[in-house]
């Protein structure tokens, strides 16, 4: 998914034109920038230390919706332009490094393939520092799973350091009752909303497991789609 806007790493410069609406240092891009590209759709939240995540997004009549999330670390180039840097793997390739270049022309992002001609645009939809405070979400919360039939329950406590514990509580009639529990560490992407990620262990080694939450209140929501297509719990601020 990701490949479809990333270029392979270039040696040449990156050639764009010129803005009037520089920002003086360089932070006018944190903030998150949105935009689509066929069936594809894109939500860039980039950070004010240097680093973001790209959220990938495919929608097809056939295979349905599938969602990617990556990490990536980006740099300026005086005020407007920039180049961005992620590690991305498919099946076929492996993993590769993927280079994408930028330019910012007031709320609009200008991204280039390797032949220096535009490949999409991307609006910006929110700002800030990139680094939102963690006052929303600290606490505990608690809950039952979005149509379940089963007494499963979910309670998450967030820390201020940006890690938690969660523990889940469940029964039925064929294994009965049992509890789970673990760690996770979270981050905000926005004042009210952000991403819990839980590594796991499987077959073929551990993974990350994300799971994006929305804040409205005291009722937190949370989806394993970050558009949020896929409600999975919804649960109450304790």
Do not use: P
């Not at 009549?61 to 990536?72: A, D, L, P, V």
């Amino acid at each position: 998914m990701l490949a479809m806007i990333m270029v392979a790493m270039l040696s040449a410069g990156f050639v764009a034109c010129s803005s009037d609406d520089d920002d003086s240092n360089g932070n006018g891009i944190v903030g998150t920038w949105t935009g689509y590209e066929g069936r594809y759709s894109y939500a860039f939240t980039f950070k004010s230390d240097g680093t973001g995540t790209l959220v990938t997004k495919y929608e097809d009549k056939y295979s349905g919706t599938e969602t990617n999330r990556t990490s990536f670390t980006y740099s300026m180039s005086g005020n407007n332009k920039g180049i961005m840097t992620a590690q991305v793997y498919d099946s076929y390739s492996g993993k590769t490094t993927e280079i994408l270049y930028f330019e910012i022309e007031g709320k609009i992002m200008l991204i280039y393939d390797e032949d220096h001609e535009l490949k999409t645009s991307l609006t910006k939809e929110s700002s800030g520092s990139g680094s939102y405070s963690n006052s929303t979400v600290t606490g505990t919360w608690s809950g039952k799973e979005s149509g379940s039939s089963w007494e499963d329950s979910l309670t998450l406590t967030f820390k201020s350091d940006g890690t938690g514990t969660w523990v889940v509580r469940y029964y039925d009639s064929y294994s009965g009752s049992g509890t789970e529990k673990g760690t996770f560490t979270y981050e905000m992407e926005g004042k009210s909303k952000g991403v819990i990620a839980i590594k796991e262990d499987g077959s073929s080694g551990s993974y990350t497991d994300y799971i994006y939450f929305e804040i409205e209140g005291k009722t937190m929501y949370l989806y394993d789609d970050y558009y949020g297509d896929d409600l999975e719990w919804t649960l109450t601020k304790q």
